[in-house]
């Protein structure tokens, strides 16, 4: 099975800030990651496909990077609603998709 | 608009039985790959099946192979998670998901709002 770690598991911050939260896989899943959204209550939203490409709708402070087992989630600037938890999905084992175990973004 | 609606949570027995059902409407439910994932209180996310748009195929994490069976009705664009020898450790929001690709690339695009699974004697 294909392990997914973030870090931090969290995190405080201000709001004009900018935060990276990252993921690491446990072997290379090339560019098959995605990142969600989850508020208290809510179902995830989509935020981040394949590493790198927005969502529709989703504004444009939030980005993605990496390839291989490392990858990146950004906030640019962070705005009251962006406090949120955040997980990350490996999609290259269509078999079995896998979370990491999420980062909570706190306000400081 | 893409809309989930999942029913059939509730309060089950240790070896008891639950089905799950997720109506879908505002897409074309007979052409996409649709997942199952839990979220049990206060923990992460855990995918849990996925069944190709056609039902031919699905799959399912180790935890609940061999207990819970994904299916799908494409004349009534409802999907089914039958949920068998339930154990505590089930207890959980279940929230259906719709796959999308792009490029070749997997995501899960839409999320029901969840249903609320509690096993317990």
């Known amino acids: 099975d294909i392990r997914m770690t973030q870090s931090p598991s969290s995190l405080s911050a201000s709001v004009g800030d900018r935060v990276t939260i990252t993921c690491r896989a446990s072997?290379?899943?090339?560019?098959?990651l995605n990142w969600y959204q989850q508020k208290p209550g809510k179902a995830p939203k989509l935020l981040i496909y394949a590493a790198s490409s927005l969502q529709s709708g989703v504004p444009s402070r939030f980005s993605g990077s990496g390839s291989g087992t490392d990858f990146t989630l950004t906030i640019s600037s962070l705005q009251p609603e962006d406090f949120a938890t955040y997980y990350c999905q490996q999609s290259y084992s269509t078999l079995m998709y896998t979370f990491g175990q999420g980062t909570k973004l706190e306000i400081k | 608009e893409v809309q989930l609606l999942e029913s059939g949570g509730g309060l089950a027995q240790p070896g008891g039985s639950l089905r799950l059902s997720c109506a879908a409407s505002g897409f074309t439910f007979s052409s996409w790959a649709m997942n199952w994932v839990r979220q049990a209180p206060g923990k992460g996310l855990e995918w849990v099946s996925v069944?190709?748009?056609?039902?031919?195929?699905?799959y399912y994490a180790d935890s609940v192979k061999g207990r819970f069976t994904i299916s799908r009705d494409n004349s009534k664009n409802i999907l089914y998670l039958q949920m068998n020898s339930l154990r505590a450790e089930d207890t959980a929001v279940y929230y259906c998901?719709?796959?999308?690709?792009?490029?070749?690339?997997?995501?899960?695009?839409?999320w029901g709002q969840g249903t609320p699974v509690t096993v317990s004697s």
């Open positions: 069944i190709s748009g056609s039902g031919g195929s699905s």
């Open positions: 998901a719709k796959s999308s690709i792009f490029s070749g690339f997997d995501s899960l695009d839409y």
């Open positions: 072997q290379s899943i090339r560019k098959f």
